[in-house]
């Protein structure tokens, strides 16, 4: 079966000075339609530029990028139509949201991609009962908490319906609560098939929730594959200061001391490899 490619990147580069010095330097990469991805990577590696060139606010020196099939380009008419596509929500919500009010913060995307009045209207409504932003609904942005803020700027990405959704570092600075929202919102855009992409330092997170996880380093893809295939890399996992998960962990010692079976499933969780060590 042939592959369903969503987002394609062959050898970008890109430069925030002028090409004097390059943060992406011959990054490629391609993402199947629906899988969940994280990309792991340390500070500085070019995933944050990375995410910016995927709806052209960052754009390219060098290479090609497609989407859906189509090479970005970056006219008043492609650029609207990319942002519609793949929706970025910031680390930073300060950084995204700029209206008034959160009814309005969540209509202006979706009355700029071309919605009439009633039709943003009705799409405001839904986002804001299933984003669970009914009890604030009425109050001014900049009167909102960190986590509520988070939940309106991906409101503000749903709302014009995306085929690729980006988080960068979804979790940080959220309370345990809010965590909670934005793992459910999350698995809500995995179960509409949207391509959702996300960037975290939480090895044990991305282990347990991608299909694929990406390591950039140094503007680079370092690695691309499985979970369980990339965090058994040690030699990878030490070059990128990276641990190994927790469970992954423990299973590995485990087998090793002869204690497991060596082909069972590496277990996503501490759930099976309880399940696991319960039937030695
Ligand atoms: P990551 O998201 O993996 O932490 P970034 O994409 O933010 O990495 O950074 C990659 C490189 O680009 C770093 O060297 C960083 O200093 C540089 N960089 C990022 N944003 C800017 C910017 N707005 N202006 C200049 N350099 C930047």
Redesign the pocket.
């Known amino acids: 079966m042939t592959k369903d490619i969503i987002l394609k990147a062959e050898d970008l580069y890109y430069s ?2 002028d090409n004097n010095t390059y ?1 992406l330097k011959g990054l490629s990469l391609e993402i199947e339609r629906g899988k969940k991805v994280a990309f792991m ?11 910016l060139t995927l709806n052209g606010i960052n754009r390219i020196s060098k290479g090609k990028l497609s989407i859906d099939g189509k090479e970005l380009g970056y006219s008043k008419k492609e650029l609207i139509d990319i942002r519609s596509k793949v929706g970025i929500v910031f680390q930073d919500p300060d950084n995204q949201l700029f209206s008034a009010s959160v009814r309005q913060e969540i209509s202006f995307g979706a009355l700029n991609m071309g919605m009439t009045e009633e039709e943003a209207a009705e799409a405001v409504d839904e986002m804001i009962e299933t984003l669970e932003i009914t009890p604030f609904k009425d109050r001014p942005t900049h009167a909102l908490s960190g986590g509520q803020k988070k939940q309106v700027s991906i409101a503000d990405v749903m709302v014009m319906n995306p085929e690729i959704v980006i988080l ?1 570092e979804p979790a940080a600075a959220l309370d345990p609560k809010h965590t909670v929202i934005v793992n459910k919102i999350i698995n809500m855009m995995v179960d509409k098939g949207i391509t959702v992409l996300i ?1 975290t330092h939480d090895v044990n997170f991305a282990y347990e929730w991608a299909d694929e996880v990406v390591v ?1 380093h140094d ?1 680079r893809t370092l690695r691309h594959g499985k979970p369980d295939e990339v965090f058994s890399d040690k030699e990878m996992l030490e070059m990128t200061n990276l641990a190994q998960p927790a469970v992954l962990e423990m299973f590995n010692s485990l087998v090793k001391k002869g204690l497991l079976a060596k082909d069972l499933t590496p277990p996503k969780n501490l759930k099976i490899l309880e399940e696991y060590i319960s039937l030695i």
Do not use: E, H, L, M
């Not at 590696?45 to 995410?51: L, N, R």
């Open positions: 925030y000075d943060s990577g340390a500070n500085g590696a070019g995933k944050s530029t990375f995410f960068d960037s950039i503007g």
